[in-house]
Protein backbone atom coordinates (compact mmCIF):
# COMPACT_ATOMS: atom_id res chain seq x y z
CA UNK A 1 0.00 0.00 0.00
CA UNK A 2 1.13 3.33 -0.77
CA UNK A 3 0.26 6.33 0.51
CA UNK A 4 -1.25 9.43 -1.79
CA UNK A 5 -3.00 12.76 -1.06
CA UNK A 6 -6.06 14.58 -2.44
CA UNK A 7 -5.88 18.22 -2.19
CA UNK A 8 -9.08 19.94 -2.49
CA UNK A 9 -7.97 23.10 -4.69
CA UNK A 10 -11.88 23.95 -5.03
CA UNK A 11 -14.73 23.07 -2.37
CA UNK A 12 -17.46 26.05 -3.72
CA UNK A 13 -20.73 25.55 -5.75
CA UNK A 14 -20.52 26.65 -9.38
CA UNK A 15 -20.69 30.18 -9.14
CA UNK A 16 -17.70 30.11 -6.63
CA UNK A 17 -18.40 31.42 -2.91
CA UNK A 18 -19.79 34.03 -1.23
CA UNK A 19 -21.50 35.72 -4.11
CA UNK A 20 -20.72 39.31 -4.98
CA UNK A 21 -24.34 41.52 -5.63
CA UNK A 22 -25.48 40.17 -2.31
CA UNK A 23 -23.99 41.81 0.58
CA UNK A 24 -26.63 40.23 3.34
CA UNK A 25 -25.13 36.77 0.98
CA UNK A 26 -21.61 37.42 2.16
CA UNK A 27 -19.39 36.08 4.75
CA UNK A 28 -16.33 37.67 6.47
CA UNK A 29 -14.97 34.18 7.37
CA UNK A 30 -12.27 33.29 4.73
CA UNK A 31 -13.00 29.44 5.17
CA UNK A 32 -16.34 30.34 3.16
CA UNK A 33 -14.13 31.77 0.32
CA UNK A 34 -14.40 28.72 -1.95
CA UNK A 35 -13.43 28.44 -5.77
CA UNK A 36 -15.26 26.06 -8.08
CA UNK A 37 -14.76 22.67 -7.07
CA UNK A 38 -11.93 20.46 -7.82
CA UNK A 39 -9.29 17.94 -6.72
CA UNK A 40 -5.60 17.12 -6.89
CA UNK A 41 -4.11 13.92 -6.40
CA UNK A 42 -0.52 13.41 -5.50
CA UNK A 43 1.20 10.12 -5.46
CA UNK A 44 4.38 9.28 -3.68
CA UNK A 45 6.76 9.84 -6.95
CA UNK A 46 5.31 13.16 -8.26
CA UNK A 47 2.39 11.90 -9.74
CA UNK A 48 -0.15 14.73 -10.51
CA UNK A 49 -3.67 13.70 -11.46
CA UNK A 50 -6.19 16.27 -11.69
CA UNK A 51 -10.35 15.76 -10.36
CA UNK A 52 -11.91 18.07 -13.28
CA UNK A 53 -10.80 21.36 -14.14
CA UNK A 54 -13.20 24.28 -13.84
CA UNK A 55 -12.87 28.13 -14.69
CA UNK A 56 -10.72 28.61 -11.59
CA UNK A 57 -8.07 25.82 -12.64
CA UNK A 58 -5.74 28.15 -12.96
CA UNK A 59 -5.68 29.46 -9.97
CA UNK A 60 -5.91 26.23 -8.37
CA UNK A 61 -2.78 25.04 -10.08
CA UNK A 62 -0.53 28.36 -9.32
CA UNK A 63 -2.01 27.97 -6.17
CA UNK A 64 -3.10 24.55 -4.77
CA UNK A 65 -3.11 25.23 -0.75
CA UNK A 66 -4.36 28.59 -0.87
CA UNK A 67 -1.09 30.07 0.63
CA UNK A 68 0.99 32.11 -2.19
CA UNK A 69 1.06 35.83 -0.77
CA UNK A 70 0.71 36.69 -4.31
CA UNK A 71 4.06 37.80 -4.59
CA UNK A 72 6.82 36.01 -4.02
CA UNK A 73 7.47 32.82 -6.50
CA UNK A 74 4.39 30.56 -5.67
CA UNK A 75 6.74 27.36 -4.68
CA UNK A 76 3.44 25.36 -4.71
CA UNK A 77 2.66 25.30 -8.12
CA UNK A 78 1.74 22.70 -9.81
CA UNK A 79 3.99 22.08 -13.20
CA UNK A 80 3.29 18.37 -14.42
CA UNK A 81 0.50 16.24 -14.87
CA UNK A 82 -0.35 12.85 -15.24
CA UNK A 83 -4.23 12.76 -16.14
CA UNK A 84 -7.19 14.29 -15.81
CA UNK A 85 -10.69 12.63 -14.20
CA UNK A 86 -13.85 14.31 -15.75
CA UNK A 87 -16.62 13.67 -13.03
CA UNK A 88 -19.17 15.72 -15.95
CA UNK A 89 -19.46 17.86 -18.81
CA UNK A 90 -21.08 20.95 -16.43
CA UNK A 91 -19.31 24.56 -17.26
CA UNK A 92 -18.26 24.50 -13.67
CA UNK A 93 -16.41 21.23 -13.92
CA UNK A 94 -15.12 21.68 -17.13
CA UNK A 95 -14.44 25.58 -18.13
CA UNK A 96 -10.75 25.83 -17.22
CA UNK A 97 -9.97 23.13 -19.80
CA UNK A 98 -7.88 26.18 -21.78
CA UNK A 99 -5.28 26.17 -19.03
CA UNK A 100 -4.03 22.70 -19.38
CA UNK A 101 -2.05 24.15 -22.45
CA UNK A 102 0.21 26.14 -19.50
CA UNK A 103 1.04 22.45 -18.03
CA UNK A 104 1.20 20.61 -21.84
CA UNK A 105 3.62 23.72 -22.04
CA UNK A 106 6.05 23.29 -18.76
CA UNK A 107 5.91 19.02 -19.59
CA UNK A 108 7.43 20.12 -23.15
CA UNK A 109 4.75 19.11 -25.17
CA UNK A 110 3.52 16.34 -23.39
CA UNK A 111 0.07 16.02 -24.00
CA UNK A 112 -2.51 14.97 -21.16
CA UNK A 113 -5.37 11.74 -21.32
CA UNK A 114 -8.29 12.96 -19.76
CA UNK A 115 -10.32 10.15 -18.45
CA UNK A 116 -14.44 10.53 -18.53
CA UNK A 117 -17.41 8.53 -19.22
CA UNK A 118 -18.07 8.78 -23.50
CA UNK A 119 -20.99 10.87 -23.19
CA UNK A 120 -19.24 13.54 -21.11
CA UNK A 121 -16.28 13.36 -23.00
CA UNK A 122 -18.01 14.21 -26.49
CA UNK A 123 -19.77 17.02 -25.51
CA UNK A 124 -16.49 18.23 -23.72
CA UNK A 125 -14.37 17.53 -26.97
CA UNK A 126 -17.45 19.25 -29.00
CA UNK A 127 -16.91 22.56 -26.78
CA UNK A 128 -13.48 22.81 -26.80
CA UNK A 129 -12.76 20.84 -30.29
CA UNK A 130 -9.48 22.77 -30.47
CA UNK A 131 -7.93 20.98 -27.06
CA UNK A 132 -8.69 17.53 -28.94
CA UNK A 133 -6.92 17.93 -32.44
CA UNK A 134 -3.18 16.87 -33.65
CA UNK A 135 -1.05 16.53 -30.72
CA UNK A 136 1.68 18.43 -32.29
CA UNK A 137 -0.18 21.25 -34.34
CA UNK A 138 -2.27 21.88 -30.96
CA UNK A 139 0.84 22.56 -29.22
CA UNK A 140 2.99 24.32 -32.06
CA UNK A 141 -0.49 26.74 -31.81
CA UNK A 142 -0.37 27.00 -28.09
CA UNK A 143 -3.68 25.14 -27.77
CA UNK A 144 -3.75 22.80 -24.97
CA UNK A 145 -3.06 19.26 -26.18
CA UNK A 146 -5.45 16.47 -24.42
CA UNK A 147 -6.28 12.78 -25.29
CA UNK A 148 -9.83 11.51 -24.50
CA UNK A 149 -9.55 8.38 -22.57
CA UNK A 150 -13.15 7.16 -22.23
CA UNK A 151 -14.16 4.73 -19.07
CA UNK A 152 -17.44 3.61 -19.05
CA UNK A 153 -19.12 2.99 -15.12
CA UNK A 154 -17.77 0.38 -13.15
CA UNK A 155 -14.20 0.38 -15.01
CA UNK A 156 -10.94 -0.04 -13.65
CA UNK A 157 -7.96 1.52 -15.19
CA UNK A 158 -4.46 2.42 -13.75
CA UNK A 159 -3.47 5.91 -13.74
CA UNK A 160 -0.64 7.36 -13.07
CA UNK A 161 0.52 3.96 -11.04
CA UNK A 162 -3.32 4.14 -9.22
CA UNK A 163 -6.47 2.25 -9.15
CA UNK A 164 -8.57 4.49 -10.58
CA UNK A 165 -12.68 3.16 -10.28
CA UNK A 166 -15.57 4.83 -12.47
CA UNK A 167 -18.90 4.42 -10.66
CA UNK A 168 -22.36 6.32 -12.56
CA UNK A 169 -24.13 8.51 -10.46
CA UNK A 170 -27.48 9.90 -11.04
CA UNK A 171 -27.72 14.26 -11.09
CA UNK A 172 -30.81 14.11 -10.64
CA UNK A 173 -33.02 15.98 -14.20
CA UNK A 174 -29.28 17.07 -15.28
CA UNK A 175 -28.53 13.60 -16.26
CA UNK A 176 -25.55 11.47 -14.74
CA UNK A 177 -22.18 11.92 -13.58
CA UNK A 178 -19.50 9.72 -12.66
CA UNK A 179 -18.10 8.83 -8.86
CA UNK A 180 -14.08 7.72 -8.96
CA UNK A 181 -13.16 5.19 -6.11
CA UNK A 182 -8.91 5.56 -6.05
CA UNK A 183 -7.66 3.14 -3.71
CA UNK A 184 -9.20 4.22 0.31
CA UNK A 185 -10.80 7.66 -1.58
CA UNK A 186 -14.04 7.77 -3.04
CA UNK A 187 -14.66 11.69 -4.65
CA UNK A 188 -18.33 11.86 -5.43
CA UNK A 189 -19.55 15.65 -6.74
CA UNK A 190 -22.65 16.10 -8.30
CA UNK A 191 -24.77 13.91 -7.37
CA UNK A 192 -28.71 13.23 -6.38
CA UNK A 193 -28.76 9.59 -6.34
CA UNK A 194 -26.21 6.65 -5.98
CA UNK A 195 -27.36 3.69 -7.31
CA UNK A 196 -26.67 0.45 -5.38
CA UNK A 197 -24.09 -1.32 -7.51
CA UNK A 198 -22.19 2.38 -7.58
CA UNK A 199 -22.68 1.75 -3.92
CA UNK A 200 -21.28 -1.61 -3.23
CA UNK A 201 -17.86 -0.27 -5.41
CA UNK A 202 -17.46 2.59 -3.01
CA UNK A 203 -17.28 0.25 0.32
CA UNK A 204 -14.51 0.68 3.04
CA UNK A 205 -12.97 3.73 2.04
CA UNK A 206 -10.54 5.70 4.21
CA UNK A 207 -11.74 9.11 2.89
CA UNK A 208 -15.00 9.86 1.12
CA UNK A 209 -15.25 13.94 -0.90
CA UNK A 210 -18.52 13.88 -0.88
CA UNK A 211 -20.96 16.97 -2.31
CA UNK A 212 -23.20 18.82 -0.04
CA UNK A 213 -24.36 21.87 -1.29
CA UNK A 214 -27.25 23.20 1.37
CA UNK A 215 -29.58 22.03 3.86
CA UNK A 216 -32.65 22.45 1.98
CA UNK A 217 -33.43 19.59 -0.66
CA UNK A 218 -32.40 21.00 -4.29
CA UNK A 219 -33.16 18.87 -7.44
CA UNK A 220 -29.21 17.90 -8.45
CA UNK A 221 -27.71 18.07 -5.49
CA UNK A 222 -27.06 16.28 -2.03
CA UNK A 223 -28.82 18.36 0.62
CA UNK A 224 -27.51 17.80 4.47
CA UNK A 225 -30.01 14.64 4.74
CA UNK A 226 -29.38 12.67 2.00
CA UNK A 227 -25.37 13.07 2.34
CA UNK A 228 -26.39 11.79 5.53
CA UNK A 229 -28.19 8.82 4.06
CA UNK A 230 -25.03 7.90 1.89
CA UNK A 231 -22.48 8.20 4.49
CA UNK A 232 -24.57 5.50 6.36
CA UNK A 233 -24.62 3.14 3.57
CA UNK A 234 -20.85 3.79 2.80
CA UNK A 235 -19.53 4.27 6.23
CA UNK A 236 -16.12 5.46 5.22
CA UNK A 237 -13.50 6.05 8.21
CA UNK A 238 -13.65 9.71 7.03
CA UNK A 239 -15.92 11.98 5.09
CA UNK A 240 -15.13 15.89 3.79
CA UNK A 241 -17.69 17.70 2.35
CA UNK A 242 -17.59 19.25 -1.04
CA UNK A 243 -19.46 21.86 -3.90
CA UNK A 244 -21.17 23.64 -0.64
CA UNK A 245 -23.37 26.57 -1.05
CA UNK A 246 -23.16 29.93 0.49
CA UNK A 247 -25.84 28.85 3.00
CA UNK A 248 -23.14 26.92 4.31
CA UNK A 249 -21.15 28.75 6.54
CA UNK A 250 -18.12 27.01 8.19
CA UNK A 251 -18.82 29.03 11.01
CA UNK A 252 -22.37 27.82 11.70
CA UNK A 253 -21.80 24.41 10.57
CA UNK A 254 -17.95 23.24 12.11
CA UNK A 255 -20.05 22.00 15.54
CA UNK A 256 -23.03 20.53 14.51
CA UNK A 257 -21.33 17.83 11.91
CA UNK A 258 -21.15 14.35 13.34
CA UNK A 259 -17.72 12.60 14.51
CA UNK A 260 -16.04 11.99 11.02
CA UNK A 261 -17.67 14.45 8.99
CA UNK A 262 -15.69 17.55 8.03
CA UNK A 263 -16.38 20.78 5.68
CA UNK A 264 -13.76 21.13 3.35
CA UNK A 265 -12.24 24.29 2.89
CA UNK A 266 -9.99 25.36 -0.37
CA UNK A 267 -6.52 23.85 -0.13
CA UNK A 268 -7.33 21.32 2.50
CA UNK A 269 -5.12 17.69 2.18
CA UNK A 270 -6.13 14.73 3.18
CA UNK A 271 -3.90 11.60 2.83
CA UNK A 272 -5.68 7.91 1.56
CA UNK A 273 -4.15 4.74 0.86
CA UNK A 274 -3.68 3.31 -2.60
CA UNK A 275 -2.67 -0.23 -4.12
CA UNK A 276 -0.26 0.90 -6.71
CA UNK A 277 -0.63 -0.89 -9.90
ZN1 LIG B 1 -20.92 21.29 -10.08
ZN1 LIG C 1 -23.08 19.41 -12.31
Keep these: MKVWEIIITGCGTSHGNPPWGYPALWSDDLRDRRRRSG??????RGQVVLIDVGPDLVWQLRDPFV????????QDSVVSCDAVLLTHDHADHCNGINDLRHLNRLMKGRSIPMYGHPE??????ASFPYCFGNREEAYALGSPAIIGMPMVSGATSSIAGLEVTAVRMSHGPAGHTTG?????????TDLKQLPDESAERLLHLDLLVLDMLREE????????????EIIARLAPRRTVLTHMGHEIR??????????????????????????EA
Design 67 to 74: RWDGRSYP
Design 250 to 275: YRDWEHRLPAGVTMAVDGLRCPFTAQ
Design 180 to 188: FRCGGLGYL
Design 39 to 44: GILRGP
Design 217 to 228: PHPTHLCWAEAQ
Design 120 to 125: HLSVVE
